[in-house]
């Protein structure tokens, strides 16, 4: 009753004494009709008691209101009401008929809330039929079935008075063999906004329309050239086809004078599946996707939607603003993430849709702020935070609804949406019935917001839910037409909003994280979800400085990661950390096709050798800006160059290896332990070492067979040039005093001593002492060649060595490498 007395504008006890007389009276109605025998007056309990048992009776029957014709009606227009009764009772109705009654006018917005709450027929509050030929009558509604019905009234036979907002019921009455007089034994309630000559002062609404969906492309990408994108799944194809969600809000939006806001990794995901792509299977298996017309198509239609609109881009895959700031600001580089978000994003629009779009607001989830959230908010550039009214709640009852921007300080402003214009169509929009009622039920308020102030200009925010089923995006689009189409509203895009002049009675002080509401946060992403960010992160700043082209690297995973913190994941966070963790994966396998190829133990036989070690990159592209380096675990017995440890830069080309080739020397004999690890230029450790033994052993008999060979040789000449120098010595002393012409080069003295060089060497000495030593002394060289090849031959090389790209006999590094056969 105090319902009532808020209704009609009435102080509570002297509704409820009208109200009760009216119940009474109606109640006693039909049981004098009945039986004219009995003269007696009810008395005012029984009175009391019939009218608790007519309102439990109005729930019999169920009466579905599917449509209202016009939403806003004119004074020349005909209203049309349809929709279905079904008996929900066990007695068959009898003499049954459908009307249409019209209640006293709404004085707030909490009356028009209070209003449809309220269940059951409750007479005076819901007007008296208009009866006649504007109803549609049942002979019988038998118990669980149903009937369609359809009742056209002109608007001049409702006899609405002055502006305001009406209840609008839609009743139906009847009989039953238990109680066999006629009685509402159902209605449905609905509002009907009524100003038809329109106001000197029209509301400003900004409408948002959103086109955001869930994450739905991998960090991943086929190894080719082209770099294919791999998809979750094929669900973004569905939502773009004809009949899918997303292509229903671009056919419904683009007819609406709406905001559009975006979400950048929608329009880029749409974009790579206009090219080649693939959707992931099970395991590693991937299947070609198919849906590059439907993707070009939908693309296209949405740049023609927007031209000359409004477009509001948020940061890259919409990142969760709440969770950051209440569980990821406190893990380093998390907000640099949001940065990079908010960069990209204008990029990403005008490369794909060729507008500009807005990038200064930011929209937590359900407009829900508090001082850490509006900090975060503004940290990547944003000075307009999209608020809720629900949230920014007035300190103080305001009799009217102020406009929407405010000032909270530090030069940002928050764009208030409004509560319940917002969260209007959030319900199952699914059936005809709960559509219909939202419509009527939003538009009653806007009407409404204007008539609690007609003298004063406000701007008001409708900000509904992020992605909208495309029932409740057909609701949506019914009572904006009806809105913008009507008389007391104009729309406004969302900049301007921002920019109207705050109420200086409207509260400006933003709550504390005491008063966020429990049910947001428990839906938050956790500390482990952004602590595994900085993981990936760390390791992709660690890969990148080595590749030679690294933005085919950094680009998909810096928007992996940011779609790792989207608010889509709210709710889910065990699914956001399957997908953080697959990216991290990813990535890991990517680093580790840059790899050391595993070495067994290598024998050294002798004092020096050099030892090579094999980088194989099975990348796509080529890796620079690597130190490998050989560090000996005993450099008192194995040295590495002059120390313990040898570096030598890297350089590799995609798929292919590159065999390095480091000096050493051995100090004694036994087994040293030597490891190989791949240094970034920076100084940091890539990938995992290698570690090998190196066993240097004794001298083998061959070399010692081979120095005492190089040494017989050795003694042998000397000995030829001992002997030669006596007989020529001898010869000279004997010639001298006898001949003094001088010998005869043609006598026997000569042919006896070239006789006797046949013998000795196989060789003539025709130049004298100085070519014998030449030649001896050649010789001993030729021996000592030999026998450092023989040596040599056994240095580098051990059998169980991976063969190197570079020739064996070459001391220093190889090229970019060969092809790596896989």
């Not at 400006?508 to 509401?517: A, C, M, N």
């Not at 990661?561 to 608010?567: G, H, K, L, P, Y």
């Not at 940091?684 to 001298?699: H, K, L, M, S, W």
């Not at 002393?733 to 006896?752: F, K, N, W, Y």
Request: glycine fraction near 8%.
């Amino acid at each position: 009753m105090a319902e009532a007395a808020e209704f009609q504008g009435m102080s509570s006890s002297p509704a409820r004494r009208w109200l009760r007389r009216t119940g009474a009276l109606l109640a006693g109605a039909p049981l004098l009709a009945g039986l004219l025998q009995l003269p007696t007056v009810p008395s005012a309990q029984a009175a009391t008691q019939r009218a608790a048992a007519e309102a439990s009776g109005s729930h019999t029957v169920t009466v579905s209101l599917d449509a209202l014709s016009p939403s806003a009606p004119a004074d020349d227009d005909t209203l049309t009401v349809s929709g279905t009764v079904t008996n929900r009772g066990k007695q068959a109705v009898t003499d049954a008929h459908v009307g249409v009654r019209v209640g006293p006018s709404l004085s707030s917005r909490s009356a028009i809330d209070s209003a449809a709450r309220r269940s059951g027929y409750l007479p005076g509050v819901d007007g008296s039929e208009i009866g006649g030929k504007y109803v549609a009558k049942f002979a019988e509604l038998a118990p669980g079935i149903s009937q369609d019905f359809s009742i056209s009234v002109p608007v001049k036979k409702l006899d609405l008075g002055a502006d305001g907002i009406y209840q609008l019921g839609v009743s139906l009455s009847g009989q039953t063999a238990a109680e066999p007089y006629e009685q509402v034994l159902g209605i449905q309630r609905t509002f009907l906004p009524w100003q038809p000559d329109g106001t000197d002062t029209r509301t400003r609404t900004t409408c948002l329309w959103p086109l955001i969906s869930t994450d739905h492309m991998t960090a991943e990408t086929l190894p080719d050239q082209e770099q294919t994108p791999v998809f979750r799944n094929d669900d973004l194809a569905k939502e773009i086809s004809p009949g899918g969600r997303l292509s229903q809000l671009l056919s419904l939006g683009r007819n609406l004078d709406v905001t559009w806001v975006v979400d950048p990794d929608l329009l880029a995901s749409v974009d790579a599946m206009t090219g080649s792509y693939s959707i992931k299977g099970p395991g590693d298996s991937v299947t070609a996707g198919k849906n590059q017309a439907v993707a070009k198509q939908w693309l296209a239609d949405l740049e023609k939607a927007v031209q000359n609109r409004e477009v509001v881009a948020l940061p890259f895959a919409d990142p969760d603003l709440a969770s950051l700031a209440h569980n990821g600001k406190s893990v380093t580089g998390s907000l640099s993430h949001l940065k990079d978000a908010t960069d990209v994003a204008a990029s990403t629009v005008q490369t794909i849709l060729h507008v500009k779009p807005e990038t200064d607001f930011a929209w937590p989830v359900q407009g829900a702020v508090d001082p850490s959230i509006v900090k975060v908010a503004t940290s990547a550039g944003a000075d307009k935070v999209i608020a809720r009214s629900d949230s920014l709640r007035e300190s103080r009852a305001l009799p009217y609804t102020p406009t929407a921007a405010r000032p909270i300080g530090g030069g940002t402003t928050a764009v208030v949406a409004d509560d319940g214009l917002s969260t209007a169509f959030e319900g199952d929009m699914t059936a005809a019935a709960g559509s219909t009622l939202a419509v009527q039920e939003f538009l009653a308020q806007s009407l409404m917001i204007n008539m609690e102030e007609p003298q004063r200009e406000r701007s008001i925010v409708v900000a509904p839910q992020r992605m909208p089923s495309a029932s409740q995006a057909h609701a949506m689009a019914q009572a904006l037409a009806a809105l913008q189409s009507g008389t007391w509203s104009e729309s406004a895009e969302l900049s301007e909003a921002a920019k109207a002049k705050p109420d200086p009675s409207a509260r400006t002080e933003v709550p504390s994280s005491s008063r966020y509401p429990s049910s947001l946060r428990r839906a938050e992403l956790p500390r482990s979800v952004f602590q595994q960010i900085k993981n990936t992160q760390d390791k992709l700043d660690s890969f990148k400085v080595i590749l030679t082209g690294p933005a085919r690297v950094v680009t998909p995973f810096g928007r992996a990661i940011d779609r790792t913190m989207s608010a889509s994941w709210r709710g889910h966070t065990t699914q956001a950390s399957v997908f953080g963790q697959d990216v991290e994966s990813y990535l890991d396998g990517l680093t580790g096709q840059v790899r050391l190829i595993e070495k067994s133990e290598t024998k050294l036989s002798g004092r020096s050798a050099t030892i090579p070690v094999t980088v194989q990159n099975n990348l796509m592209q080529g890796v620079d800006h690597l130190v490998l380096r050989l560090t000996s675990q005993q450099p008192t017995r194995l040295k590495i160059g002059n120390g313990p440890y040898g570096e030598q830069g890297i350089t590799v080309s995609g798929g292919h290896s590159q065999s390095v080739k480091f000096t050493t020397t051995a100090n004694a004999n036994g087994r040293a332990s030597v490891i190989a690890q791949l240094f970034t230029e920076d100084g940091q450790a890539y990938g995992p070492a290698v570690t090998f033994d190196v066993n240097v052993t004794e001298i083998t008999p061959t070399v010692m067979l081979v120095i005492a060979g190089g040494v017989l040789l050795l003694v042998l000449a000397g000995f030829r040039m001992y002997t030669q120098r006596k007989r020529l010595a001898a010869r000279q002393a004997a010639e001298e005093p006898t001949d003094p012409e001088g010998p005869d080069p043609e006598g026997p003295d000569a042919a006896r001593e070239g006789a006797l060089n046949t013998a000795a060497g196989g060789t003539v000495d025709t130049g004298g002492t100085e070519n014998s030593v030449r030649a001896t002394e050649s010789s001993a060289t030729a021996s000592e060649q030999e026998s450092d090849a023989e040596s040599g031959a056994g240095d580098p090389e051990q059998p169980s060595d991976p063969a190197p790209d570079t020739a064996p006999e070459s001391a220093d590094p190889s090229g970019t490498g060969e092809k790596v056969e896989r």
